[in-house]
């Protein structure tokens, strides 16, 4: 692994996005275990953090804010500073796909020769707003996102034909429309500008349809390496039902769907349900169904109709469960839970709640999903005393 310190990056202080690179990868992954160990060796012993051999340009999604600097009387593009509204202009960045940030870099110097101008947020004026790029690491599909302030694009066949002759490498080209004041980088408008308007990546073994809103791991190398582990951990021979909660666009009950014998799958989000449908389909996996439910409410449906869960999988957000949704999965009494987290310390909440009714921690795996930052995330096995 490498051992040099990587604040080499000259927007590290201004940015914010990487809170650790001042120091080395080892150390990173040594301030992350302590984290882990400090909030969670006392349900059992936490193994060793799994990190990355290459720790670098692992980001598959890259987005760009555009703007235009006054001072210096140019377009530039980049991350908005940590915390504020204000644009640090970035052309390469160590932790985001080279190819994207190229892409991106080649649209701002063509916002010039189209006499193209970023679009300011309070006056209202200009037409770029954002531009978000998505590669899939295996098929090395590319989409790329232009996002405007305003449906009409000028010069559109000519702007497309110009990116694609710089990039022919581009698989797909959307126009996004967002003409409102939010914190949202994209509108519920969209056209196809070129290619199929999805791209699809392979993760797992399984083919997976990537849109432009579709939720999908930012770094599937230690995704594979994450969802594996909560495959092992869910302890599958092919009899159990294993209920896949929160699951998003379906990713880990349809990898877990070849070694159980039925998965069910709820999510909240229908436009995640509608992708998770589409993606069972496409790799031909029968015996998983989707629900668009709240799970809480359903894991008690099933509940009080006494059907028997196995296993119970549970990947929620950064806030981390509820003890609404903890006491149903008591309720339900599956064998094994099974919990990914990417908050270790609501991952501590939630496990002294749940540990006090009837569950005990069999196993604690930290894995490095986001290198040079400060997340972690972690997969937990908890068995039914």
Do not use: W
Not at 98 to 121: C, G, H, S, W
Not at 315 to 328: I, K, N, Q, Y
Request: hydrophobic share 35%.
């Amino acid at each position: 692994m490498p051992t040099q310190k990587n604040n080499t990056c000259p927007l590290y202080k201004k940015c914010g996005g990487c809170q650790l690179q001042n120091l080395t990868y080892e150390e990173q992954l040594e301030f992350k275990q302590k984290l882990e160990e400090r909030l969670l060796s006392k349900f059992c012993k936490v193994e060793p953090i799994i990190g990355m051999d290459n720790p670098f340009h692992y980001r598959n999604k890259v987005q760009a804010a555009f703007g235009f600097d006054k001072k210096r009387n140019k377009i530039i593009s980049g991350v908005y500073q940590s915390g504020t509204h204000r644009i640090v202009p970035v052309d390469s960045c160590l932790i985001e796909d080279k190819k994207a940030d190229e892409i991106i870099v080649t649209i701002r110097n063509l916002m010039k020769d189209f006499k193209f101008q970023p679009y300011n947020e309070d006056t209202g004026r200009g037409f770029i707003r954002h531009v978000l790029v998505k590669r899939g690491f295996s098929t090395n599909q590319i989409m790329v996102v232009i996002v405007t302030g305003t449906p009409v694009f000028p010069a559109k066949n000519n702007f497309t034909k110009a990116l694609l002759k710089k990039h022919p490498e581009i698989t797909t080209i959307i126009h996004n429309v967002n003409p409102y004041r939010t914190n949202l980088v994209l509108g519920n408008q969209e056209k196809v500008l070129y290619g199929k308007g999805f791209i699809e990546d392979i993760l797992c073994g399984l083919t997976f349809r990537i849109s432009a809103k579709s939720f999908y791991q930012i770094n599937p190398t230690q995704t594979e390496i994450l969802y594996n582990t909560a495959i092992a951990y869910a302890q599958l021979t092919g009899k159990e039902t294993f209920f896949d909660s929160y699951c998003g666009t379906g990713t880990i009950g349809l990898i877990a769907a070849g070694k159980a014998n039925k998965v069910i799958g709820v999510e909240l989000n229908r436009d995640a349900v509608k992708d998770a449908i589409s993606n069972a389909k496409r790799n031909n996996v029968e015996n998983i169904r989707f629900y668009c439910a709240d799970a809480t409410e359903f894991i008690m449906d099933l509940a009080h109709a006494k059907e028997h869960i196995d296993v119970v999988m549970m990947d929620p957000p950064r806030a981390g469960s509820t003890e609404e949704f903890l006491d149903a999965v008591v309720t339900l009494s599956p064998d094994r839970v099974v919990y990914v987290s990417c908050n270790p310390e609501t991952l501590a909440r939630d496990l002294a709640y749940i540990t006090k009714k009837g569950y005990k921690v069999e196993k604690i795996q930290p894995v490095d999903m986001f290198p040079h930052t400060s997340h972690v995330e972690t997969v937990v096995l908890m068995s039914r005393k």
